[in-house]
């Protein structure tokens, strides 16, 4: 198991994305088993490397694009904008909004 291979499927792949499973079923495997090597290897859980790709890719669109936070949340692989605005904020200390604000070049 190649942990940069994954990280980089998991970043071309983000809105397609909408569970951990989604991940290993791209790999073929078996969610348990391949969710225990990956978090032995990486140390992080699939779950968490998943939700930080997705803050990464909304962090990158709200400094480089005009989209609506609603479009940057669904393109992350979030169904809710609301659900997307808590993890964002837990990450960043910062609602989109106030990132953008912030942020923008």
């Keep these: ?7 980089n499927y998991i970043a071309e ?3 397609a994305l909408k569970k951990p499973q989604d991940v290993s079923e791209a790999f073929d495997a078996h ?3 391949f969710r225990r090597k990956f978090r032995r ?3 992080q859980s699939l ?9 990464r890719h909304m962090k990158k669109r709200l400094r480089t694009s005009d989209a609506t936070c609603l479009d940057i949340c669904l393109s992350a692989g ?3 904008e609301d659900t997307a605005e808590r993890a964002f904020k837990r990450v960043t ?3 989109m909004e106030a990132y ?3 942020h923008r070049r």
């Design 78 to 80: 979030f169904d809710r």
């Design 13 to 15: 792949h983000i809105g």
């Design 31 to 33: 969610h348990d088993t």
């Design 1 to 7: 198991m190649d942990i940069d291979e994954i990280q």
């Design 47 to 55: 779950g968490e490397c998943l939700t930080a790709a997705r803050i």
């Design 93 to 95: 200390g910062l609602t």
């Design 41 to 43: 290897l990486s140390k």
């Design 100 to 102: 953008r604000q912030q």
